[in-house]
C-alpha cells in the first residue's frame, strides 16, 4: 500500500493532504521547513516505510523509518504543530491554518486502523512525500 502526502508550506508550518489510491485518509500538519533539523522541521520529501510503534506516551501508533539523520519520526495527535510536534507527522480531520488543524485524535484513529489492517497482513505501507505543485 502507498499512502501519498502531499504538502504545501509556510513559514509557520506545513499542511498536507494524506491519500490513498486517490481516496482522502485525512489532513496532516507538520513543523516549517528548516532543512530537516532535528526537532524543528518536519522531515524531507522522499520514499519512506511505515510501521507499528509502542509507547507509554503514545501507546499504539506509526513510526515513518529510514529518515536521514533522524529517528522516532511519528504519526501522533496533535492540532498544533508548533506547540506539540518535533519533526514528527500529525493527522487532522480539518485544516484550521498553517500547521494547525482539528479532531486529530479522530483522524489518528483512522489512520492508524486502516495501516495496521495492511501491517497484520505482513503487507509494506510506503509513504510518499511531494510538494504540491
Same mark, same amino acid.
Not at 42 to 48: D, H
Not at 71 to 87: D, Q, V
Not at 105 to 130: G, H, P, W
Given at each position: 500500500?502507498?499512502?501519498?502526502?502531499?504538502?504545501?508550506?509556510?513559514? =509557520?508550518?506545513?499542511?498536507?493532504?494524506?491519500?490513498?489510491?486517490?481516496?482522502?485518509?485525512?489532513?496532516?500538519?507538520? !513543523?516549517?521547513?528548516?532543512?530537516?533539523?532535528?526537532? @524543528?522541521?518536519?522531515? %524531507?520529501?522522499?520514499?519512506?516505510?511505515?510501521?507499528?510503534? $509502542?509507547? #507509554?506516551?503514545?501507546?499504539?501508533?506509526? =513510526?515513518?523509518?529510514?529518515? =536521514?539523520?533522524?529517528?522516532?519520526?511519528?504519526?501522533?495527535?496533535?492540532?498544533?504543530?508548533? #506547540?506539540?510536534?518535533?519533526?514528527?507527522?500529525? %493527522?487532522?480531520?480539518?485544516?484550521?491554518?498553517?500547521?494547525?488543524?482539528? !479532531?486529530?485524535? #479522530?483522524?489518528?484513529?483512522?489512520?492508524?486502523?486502516? @495501516? $495496521?489492517?495492511?501491517?497484520?497482513?505482513? =503487507? @509494506? @505501507?510506503?509513504?510518499?512525500?511531494?510538494? #504540491?505543485?
Amino acid at each position: 500500500m502507498v499512502l501519498l502526502l502531499t504538502r504545501t508550506y509556510f513559514p =509557520e508550518g506545513t499542511n498536507g493532504k494524506l491519500e490513498c489510491e486517490g481516496k482522502l485518509i485525512c489532513h496532516t500538519i507538520e !513543523l516549517p521547513w528548516r532543512m530537516n533539523r532535528k526537532r @524543528v522541521s518536519c522531515i %524531507p520529501e522522499g520514499k519512506y516505510f511505515i510501521r507499528k510503534r $509502542y509507547s #507509554k506516551k503514545f501507546r499504539w501508533h506509526l =513510526e515513518v523509518v529510514d529518515v =536521514e539523520n533522524r529517528s522516532l519520526i511519528l504519526f501522533h495527535p496533535a492540532n498544533n504543530a508548533m #506547540k506539540e510536534l518535533n519533526g514528527c507527522i500529525a %493527522p487532522v480531520t480539518k485544516l484550521s491554518g498553517p500547521g494547525l488543524g482539528l !479532531l486529530s485524535r #479522530k483522524a489518528f484513529e483512522k489512520l492508524k486502523t486502516l @495501516v $495496521y489492517k495492511i501491517l497484520d497482513r505482513q =503487507e @509494506v @505501507v510506503e509513504l510518499l512525500i511531494i510538494s #504540491k505543485l
